[in-house]
């Protein structure tokens, strides 16, 4: 032993809300080699000012609060300092991750305040993420998917209709198949349902103010089908028909029929609010089996 240190601070857990410091002289070696060093102490990390249990704890309540400031305030700490352990534990979860197959990938950005955006490549079989890119573009798709060590192993991708991403995938990912996750499908669909409906409002007036009947009703399965045997109209032809070109049919099971959806045949509304969506439901009914 070389000398010891002057006294350190370690904030530590709390003693009956009180706040509770680990105070020592950290001894120092001297190496032919490589000079004077501290020896490193088994209760923090390098260049830390908290105790590996204050650190865990801390980053416990982030997770519930999924706030910096609102854990500093429950800590009593400051912001500078929660973001501080904040990165050392993700420095320590890198260290210690293994990244071998990967069979399933899912690639989506981020924004913020619609700004900045971020590109996030996450494991969807393991359910954690993998790397984050500043960007959205295909420069920040390829520097995310370069972490991977076997990428040509990946099965599918899981992403949205970026052309960005997609281009990144087929180059980078060898025979990957890219597959398009069902929140932007859903979304593009109900686009292109509420499109039809504002053409054909003008010559159906039943389906005046049904807007939310179609967009969040999964009762009106039997008259989008209609809709789609009959054809339709407006800026949602395309985007419908290519949906249901990209998109496999589902199967009904052995002992699944499929029915369409009467109104008559399901609970008596009560409230003033359920009358009226009852009521736009028959419309809506009346007019899908009347023949449009």
Not at 47 to 54: E, I, L, Q
Not at 61 to 87: C, E, F, N, P, Y
Not at 253 to 281: I, K
């Amino acid at each position: 032993m070389y000398d010891q240190s002057d006294e350190r601070w370690w904030r530590h857990l709390n003693t009956m809300e009180h706040s509770t410091f680990v105070i020592a002289r950290i001894p120092r070696s001297n190496c032919p080699t490589h000079g004077i060093k501290q020896v490193d102490v088994p209760w923090a990390g390098p260049k830390s000012r908290f105790t590996f249990g204050m650190e865990e704890w801390a980053i416990e309540v982030l997770q519930l609060t999924k706030s910096q400031a609102r854990t500093a305030r429950l800590l009593r700490l400051s912001a500078g300092q929660v973001h501080d352990i904040m990165h050392r534990a993700v420095k320590r979860g890198l260290e210690r991750r293994k990244l071998d197959v990967i069979p399933h990938l899912g690639i989506d950005e981020k924004s913020f305040q619609r700004r900045d955006f971020a590109t996030i490549l996450c494991d969807l079989t393991g359910k954690r993420v993998l790397e984050v890119e500043r960007g959205h573009k295909e420069e920040s798709a390829r520097k995310a998917f370069a972490v991977l060590p076997y990428r040509g192993m990946v099965k599918t991708v899981c992403m949205d209709m970026s052309e960005a991403y997609k281009k990144a995938a087929s180059s980078g990912m060898g025979v990957a198949e890219i597959v398009h996750d069902r929140f932007h499908v859903a979304a593009l669909l109900s686009q292109a349902v509420d499109e039809t409906r504002r053409a054909e409002v003008k010559k159906r007036p039943e389906l005046k103010e049904s807007r939310y009947v179609w967009l969040k009703s999964l009762r009106v399965q039997a008259g989008l089908q209609v809709v789609l045997r009959t054809g339709i109209t407006g800026r949602g032809n395309g985007i419908l028909h290519r949906l249901v070109r990209r998109s496999p049919e589902k199967k009904p099971a052995a002992n699944e029929e499929m029915r369409p959806y009467a109104p008559h045949q399901h609970q008596r509304p009560t409230s003033g609010r359920q009358v009226e969506t009852h009521q736009r439901l028959r419309r809506v009914h009346q007019c899908i089996h009347s023949g449009a």
